[in-house]
């Protein structure tokens, strides 16, 4: 079997800056979309919980519906037995009967006037009720439609952009496969610990690209002659030079027309 052809310093460079114009690139389709997907998520999750209060409001309101017509069925049994009451009074032996009868329609006539004051209160409840489920009812409407809006202009980024970012990850992948694991990771520990993602940049006017420590000249001329991997003293991100960067920023173009 033959062995694993050892790749040299200058190959890993340019896989390394190829990675990170990718990862660059992917990161700046992720920006476009911004919070917008969890905007979205939250407003979801916003109409979906109105909902849910929107049905508890109105099942609260059938409740009380069915309390009043407790009530009043209570208030008719009340009437009857006042009927009953009154018309056996007609017909007592005693004036203990009699009082034990007025005694009874006494009580049913303070029942009655309990039902009554409890359907009052409970179409109090209905009146307060009815205000909140139209409040609701518009403020939901008003989510939905913002909902709608703002879910159509994610569909329409993510239309433009799924497909480029779901090809840009696969090279991503393709890429770091070309590197060895020890360099991949040190290249993802960079990316998460600097700003802007950048792990590998070049050396631009005597400096790393986006800082403004200058670089040595000693160490420029080793950058250039692409025999080691240097990194950035202050930031830590690997360098290289600026015409290794230009050749593989014109190749990593056609790479995204490609995608796209």
Do not use: W
């Not at 009580?107 to 009815?130: D, P, S, W, Y």
């Not at 986006?210 to 991100?237: A, L, N, W």
């Amino acid at each position: 079997m033959a062995a694993k052809k050892e790749i040299t310093v200058e190959e890993k460079l340019r896989a390394l800056y190829d990675l990170q114009l990718i990862d660059s690139r992917i990161d700046e389709i992720r920006n476009v979309r911004g919070e917008l997907p969890l905007e979205v998520e939250d407003l979801a999750d916003e109409v979906e919980g109105m909902k849910t209060r929107l049905e508890k409001l109105v099942s609260g309101l059938d409740t009380i519906e069915d309390d009043i017509k407790g009530k009043k069925l209570l208030i008719e049994e009340a009437k009857e037995l006042i009927k009953k009451y009154t018309k056996q009074q007609d017909n007592v032996r005693n004036n203990r009967e009699f009082n034990s009868l007025t005694k009874e329609v006494e009580f049913q006539e303070l029942e009655m006037q309990l039902a009554e004051k409890h359907i009052r209160e409970f179409k109090a409840q209905i009146e307060q009720k009815t205000a909140v489920i139209e409040d609701t009812k518009v403020q939901l409407v008003k989510r939905e439609d913002h909902l709608k809006h703002k879910q159509k202009e994610l569909d329409e980024i993510l239309g433009e952009t799924e497909k480029e970012e779901a090809a840009l990850v696969k090279e991503s992948e393709k890429y770091e496969k070309q590197i060895e694991e020890r360099l991949v990771k040190a290249y993802k520990r960079i990316r998460t610990n600097v700003k802007n993602g950048l792990a590998v940049v070049a050396v631009e006017r005597g400096a790393s690209g986006g800082s403004f420590f200058t670089i040595p000249p000693q160490v420029i001329m080793e950058i250039g002659s692409r025999k080691k991997i240097i990194t950035d003293e202050h930031s830590g991100r690997v360098l290289v030079d600026a015409a290794l960067a230009f050749e593989e920023q014109e190749k990593m173009e056609k790479v995204f027309k490609k995608v796209k």
